[in-house]
C-alpha cells in the first residue's frame, strides 16, 4: 500500500501518465482479465489531455468531490482553480459491472490499449444541474454543449487514477502534436521568457496576424499559436486544409518568434468558463499568456447576432484569476482593414470617417468557388494556394445530378442523354448510377418498403459523395420518393462539390400512359403493389434546383436545361 502511494505521489508530479514499459507488459498481461471499455474520439480527447499532463494537477478523471466542487465553485475541492469537470462517461451497463478499486482497460476505437483506470467511483450524472452550473443553461436547443451533454454523453460517471500505456495515436500531423513537457523544453531552449498562447479552429489571415502580433508585442511575449485538432476523422479535408494553412500562415511571422502545436481538445464551449479552463491548459503547456476574445468559447463566437454569454465576459473572468492561475490575460481586438491607410488598424480606433474592407467566410468561399481574385491585403499568398488546391472553383469540382421522379417520367432517358455528353466532353470521370442498375448491384437485396427506399437513396447518396468528392460526375436516378433521404443525400454530396436536384414532374398520366415496364398496368389491375404514385406516396421536391415535365419537351431539350444550368452555377464552362 505504501508503495502505491508513493507511486501516485510520482504520478501527480511526473511529466505524463505514461508507465514504465516495464509495468505496460505486466498491465497488458493483466488486462485480459480487467473490464475493457472502448472510448470515442471526444472520450480520447480528453483522455490525450489527462495522460500529457496538459490538465494538471489532474492526475485521472475527476473525483465526485473535486466534480462538485468544480460545478458550485470552479475549484477542486481543495481550492485549485478549475472551470470543467473532467469525467468519464459510460452507460448503465457499464456502470453496474464496475466497482471500486477496479482496474478498467481503455482502449482507443481499434481497441488498442491506451490506459488502465482504477476506478474510484461510479454514480449517476444529474446532466441538468451538470448543464445550469457549467453551461448556464439546461436548455438543449439555446446550448449546443448542453445539446452534447444531453444527448452525445452517457448518464453514469466514473473517477479514478489512471496509469498510461501508450498516447493516444495520431499519424497525421505529428511534429505538431507536442506535449506540454515538449513545448516547456522548446521555449526553455529558446530563451523565451514570455509567451502567448492563442487558440483558435478558424481559417487565419492577415487580420489575425495583426491581432495576435499586437497582442503578443504589448505583452513582449512570442507565440504559440495552439489550434484546437480534436475530433478529425481521415475523411476530414478540412481538417488536412486547416493545418496545412497554419503551417503557411506562421511562415509571415518575424523569425524565431512563433511556435506552432495542435491541441486534441474536446471543447465545452461553456463560454467563460472554456476560456478559464483554456487559460490553465496553456499554462500547463508553459505559457505565460493567453489570449482571450471578447466572446471567448462562446458557442456562436463571431456570430454578432446571436451569441450566447455577455461580451467581454470571458476576459473578465480570466482577469480576476490571473493570479491564481498564474497567467496573465491578454484581451484580443478585432482588426479590421483600412484602405486609405494600406493598414490593419483595431476596429475601435477605427474612425468614423475611414473606409474599413472585410471579406467575409461566406465571401471568401465565393471567391474561391468562383475563382475570383482574393487581395494580399486579406491573406497570404501560401494560404490562398492551399485554400485553392482544397476548395477549387466549380468548373474543377464533382457534381452530381441526382433525378428524382415517378416511374416513366424520364429520369433515366435524361440521365443517359447527360452521361454521353459528359462522356463527350471527357473533362471529368462520370459515373451512372441509373435507378435500375443500383437496384441490380448495390441494393440487389433491397425491396420497395419505406425502409428499402430510403437505405437505396442513402447508398447511392454515399457513392455521389465518394465520386464528388474525387471531382467526378455521378449521375442518379432513383424514384426517391421521400424528401427526407433526397436531403440525406444532399447533405453527403454538397459538402464535396455541387448537388443538383432534378425534380421530373410528369405528371402521373403521361407515365402511366408510357408504362414502358408495364408496371402501372400490373397495378392497376392489382397484380403488384407498392408502386410510386398509385399505391405508394411520392413526396415532390419543394425546391429543386431544376423542375423538368418531359410531357413536351425532348430528351435532348431537357438535357439543355441541365447543361444550361450547370453553366451558369459555373460547375461547366
Ligand atoms: P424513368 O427512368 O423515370 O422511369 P425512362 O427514362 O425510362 O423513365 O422513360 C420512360 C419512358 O418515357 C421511355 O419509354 C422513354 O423513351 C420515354 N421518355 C423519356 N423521356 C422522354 C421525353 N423527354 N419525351 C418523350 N418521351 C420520353
Redesign the pocket.
Known sequence: MANMNSEKIQNLHSENLLVHFRRIERLKQEATRHFSLDLNQRQMCDLELLLNRAFYPLAGYMEREDYESVLNHMRLSDGTVWPIPVTLDVSMDTAQKLEPGQPLALRDEEGFMLAVLTVKEVWQQDRQRHALAVFGTDDPRRHPGVYRLFHETEAWFVSGTLEGLHLPMHYDFTELRITPAETHRVFTQRGWRNVAGFQTERHLHCAHREMVLRGAREAGANLFIHPVAGRAGPNDLDHFTLVRCYQEFIKNFPKNMVQLGLLPLERRLAGPRQALWEAVIRRNYGCTHYMVSEDHGDPFAGNSQERFYPLGAAQELVKSLEDEIDIRMIPLKKMVYVEDKAQYFPLDQVDPGMQVKEISSAELRRRLEFDLEIPEWFSFPGVVLELKKAYPPRHEQGFTVF?T????????????VLYVRFMEMRERPVTLL???IVRKNLSSELDFSRKHRNLNVQRIGFVASEITKNRGIALC?P?APFARSRQTAREMVAPHGGFIEVY?S?PLEI?EQ????GIYAKARAGIIKGVTGIYDPYEPPEQPELK?D?????????AQEVFLFLEEQGYIR
Open positions: 433525378i421522379g415517378l416511374s416513366g417520367a424520364g429520369k433515366s432517358t435524361l440521365a443517359k441509373d435507378g435500375d436516378a424514384i421530373m410528369t407515365c408510357r408504362d414502358r415496364k423538368i418531359t410531357t413536351s419537351l425532348t430528351p435532348t431539350e431537357a
